[in-house]
């Protein structure tokens, strides 16, 4: 499928984050932080209880790039987390291309990217791009 | 409490770690990566990878392994203040299982800002750079970690 600036990306529909979800992303990616498995230090830090890693909704939205352009085309991928993901949401991950470009005679698009909560709240949002060749 | 200047001057040392197959398979499942180039041999083959892809933000696992290579532990932020606000990255070559992989950190850029509230936010792009045996640079990471302002002290 070829793409052009203005188009949208199909949507990717992610299954709701859970609490063991969490826990496997801890021990995948080293990062331990309790108020992201026990809702006693999320209390103790101002939370209501768990909320998801960053890091997971950024995950999401690489598998969007990759589902999207073809795995390994990903070139530069760069967001900003906006809002906190609590448990059970469902996370969707949607993009606009902004630019087809060139660099060293090699295609490759400039896209706009969000996850965005059951609510349609947008928690994680950004730029990826990625190869076209 | 402000960030701690004397990481500015320190060097962080570089750091070594083997791309594992069982790792990149555990980052992709736990995510719900579904193409078999993370986890199956040869469709990663079949595709035109020499092994396993490794997920795009795979290389999170590696920036603080060891907090003696790494400033964040060193900024001097209050932990209950501390927000990983952007992270970026930037892809050079495929990494695939079996590479081994250097990395090394080092702060970028700090700025202040006053906060909406009074106070001073604080942030800092921390950036890793991995390259692989032959010196070749794989992956670029930055990660901007904010310290958000003290609430205004209680009358």
Redesign the interface.
Known sequence: MSYKQGDALPELV??PVSRM?LV??A?????FNPIHYDDEAARA??LEGVIAH???S???L??F???TFG??S????????QGMVKLGEVITCRGVVTDIAQENGREYAACEIEAVDSDGRVVTA?RAQAWLD | MPLDKSVLERNFPEFDFRVERGKIREYALVLGLNDPVHTDLEAARAAGFEDLLAPPTFVRQFWHENPENDPMPHLGYDPKRRLHGEQEFEYHKPLVAGMNLKGRNAIVSTREKEGRRGGMMTFVVIETRFVDETGELVQVARRTLIETAAPPKEA
Do not use: C, H, I, N
Not at chain 1, 27 to 31: I, P, Q, R, T, V
Not at chain 1, 74 to 81: D, S
């Open positions: 992610k299954a979800q496997k992303y021990g995948a990616s080293g990062d830090g101002g960053g890091m997971l950024m995950g999401f690489g598998q790039v990759e589902t795995a390994g990903y070139k530069r991928l760069e967001v900003r987390f950004g």
